[in-house]
């Protein structure tokens, strides 16, 4: 689980800023339902 917290923070989150919690719920769920779960699918 803590690799997928690093990966996800190197990959997807990085250079991001957010403003609200909701804005970065949302980043987060975009990493999880698109990228984390297509990598699974293939």
């Known amino acids: 689980m803590e690799a997928f917290w690093g990966k996800m923070k190197y990959e997807w989150l990085a250079d991001k800023r957010f403003i609200t919690r909701e804005e970065a719920r949302a980043a987060v769920f975009e990493?999880?339902?698109?990228?984390?779960?297509?990598?699974?699918?293939?």
């Open 31 to 42: 990493y999880v339902e698109i990228f984390y779960n297509y990598s699974f699918a293939l």
